[in-house]
């Protein structure tokens, strides 16, 4: 079994920063992609950013130059640097690893709570 943890969250201010972060842990051989996702309250969830293992980047619109997704492949960890937060950042961040070990299956962290507010 895999466990994804995510830490950083929390209040900010507008225009504020956050660093968020998910560490993967249990039966792993590799990780590929890995990715961020958001949920706002009544609002279905959406992604944020995605990376795979050779350090390629997606970015959703709404976020590009305010937001930088990285990994350390060595920790098993992602990254989430978030610049310049409007109060439309108000979410629960979830993370996300496509894992291999006997089998290649897809994982969830438990979210982590970001409000963005004066």
């Known amino acids: 079994q895999v466990q994804l943890v995510e830490s950083g969250g929390g209040l900010v201010q507008p225009g504020g920063s956050l660093r968020l972060s998910c560490a993967a842990s249990g039966s792993i051989f590799r990780i590929y992609g890995m990715g961020w996702y958001r949920q706002a309250p009544g609002k279905q969830r959406e992604l944020v950013a995605t990376i795979t293992r050779g350090i390629n980047t997606n970015y959703a619109d709404s976020v590009k130059s305010r937001f930088t997704i990285s990994r350390d492949n060595a920790k098993n960890t992602v990254y989430l640097q978030m610049n310049s937060l409007k109060p439309d950042g108000t979410a629960v961040y979830y993370c996300?690893?496509?894992?291999?070990?006997?089998?290649?299956?897809?994982?969830w962290g438990q979210g982590t709570q970001v409000t963005v507010s004066s």
């Open positions: 996300n690893a496509d894992v291999q070990n006997t089998n290649r299956v897809n994982y």
